[in-house]
């Protein structure tokens, strides 16, 4: 995951170029939700990982860990398919940096 941001670090400043550009054009603004849900990606599997897992694991209960598992896992896939779609409609549109300039 670090490898992924930081890469995706690098292609923002390449391909946005400014903050004004990130903040000002429908091209920045899409990219601001890739990463907006990118964190809730990351969040929800941290959930998953260390509060949802060990409660399986050692709980009194671990049906109800599985069943709450269940759901932010789907809850974690159905983020990656929106962060999906939106760089298929990131990879259509001309880049922040071009659109600013005009």
Known sequence: MG???I???VNTVFLVGSLDALIDTP???????KI????????VAVVNRFILAPRIECGPSPLS????????VGAEQALGLAILIV????GTWPP??????H
């Open 65 to 72: 860990g599985m069943a709450a598992l269940t759901w932010t």
């Open 36 to 43: 907006g849900l990118f964190l809730l990606m990351v969040a």
């Open 96 to 101: 922040a940096m071009h659109m600013h300039h």
């Open 3 to 5: 490898l992924v941001a």
């Open 7 to 9: 890469t995706g670090m």
């Open 87 to 90: 760089v298929g409609v990131l």
């Open 27 to 33: 091209y920045g603004r899409l990219l601001l939700l």
